[in-house]
């Protein structure tokens, strides 16, 4: 996996984010404020320095994010936050500009999807994925049905931080690209269960949706005992679990995988 690091971008285009469901009771936006003692608040947004990553080049002329990169958009906040509203016009004009990069971004706001997007949006950008995260049932029960019915090119479910067992079955369709899960991260974190992920596994393969257990999370029970997992360790451990179904060797979506040719990236 870490050879291939090099096709990943980061773009954080703001910072900071209000709290709005129970995954975000340790959010790791406001644990890595406190660890570096920011003075605002993380429940302010502000525009980053980077605001306009996707666009910015070198002396050379080229681009900073080099093309075919896949970008993760908007972790250190969320991108579909209503006090982004006035700077999110920018980034739709930015990630139609880039259409040689692929954006990613994660929301738990997927009800006001349809209030930002941008008026060509039309039935999605090809270049845009969408993650809907779902941490239990209730979230599942109410975001899903709503990101079902919306205009989307690549769609996929990140049931994380996972703090219970979810039953996904009856959103898993050939619309949603993976399904993505981990346990919850930081000193306070709830525990993951193994059973839940590999019961989350379970209803991927019985409906052939591509799955992937990314990380374990700080505590991990698996045979009814509880694992200490550390930070540098949950995402490795959970890769040697091998339990993804229908993922890319690029740890991306199947569907995002066509850009990448064999030799594009052999180290
Ligand atoms: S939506 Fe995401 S970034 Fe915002 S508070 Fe919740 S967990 Fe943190």
């Known amino acids: 996996m870490s050879e291939h690091w ?58 900073k994010i080099p093309s075919g990169r896949m970008v ?21 004009a930015m990630m139609r500009e880039r259409s040689d990069l692929w954006f990613y971004f994660f929301t738990k706001r997927i009800d006001r999807f349809m209030e930002c997007i941008p008026p060509d949006w039309g039935d999605g950008y090809d270049n845009v994925l969408v993650g809907c995260t779902v941490e239990n049932q209730a979230m599942a029960d109410y975001r899903l049905p709503i990101f079902r019915q919306l205009p989307i090119k690549h769609k996929s479910i990140i049931a994380s931080p996972l703090i219970e067992g979810i039953d996904l079955l009856q959103y898993l369709d050939n619309t949603i690209e993976e399904v993505s899960t981990g346990g919850e991260s930081g000193r306070e974190a709830r525990p993951c269960h193994y059973d839940w992920v590999l019961d989350l596994r379970r209803q991927c393969i019985e409906k052939n949706v591509p799955f992937r257990f990314h990380q374990t999370g700080a505590r991990f029970v698996k045979d009814g005992r509880m694992y200490y997992v550390r930070r540098p360790f949950q995402l490795s451990q959970a890769h040697k679990a091998n339990i993804d179904y229908r993922i890319g060797r690029f740890y991306a979506p199947e569907t995002a995988l066509w850009q990448w040719s064999d030799d594009d990236y052999t180290h």
């Open 6 to 63: 090099d096709i990943y971008a980061d773009w954080n285009p703001w910072h900071g984010c209000t709290k709005i469901s129970p995954g975000c009771k340790y959010c790791y936006v406001y644990r890595q404020d406190e660890m570096y003692g920011s003075e605002i608040g993380s429940n302010i947004a502000r525009k980053t320095a980077n605001f306009n990553l996707p666009l910015k080049r070198r002396r050379d002329k080229s681009y």
């Open 72 to 92: 993760f958009t908007c972790f250190t906040s969320d991108f579909l936050l209503r006090d982004a509203d006035p700077w999110r016009p920018e980034c739709w």
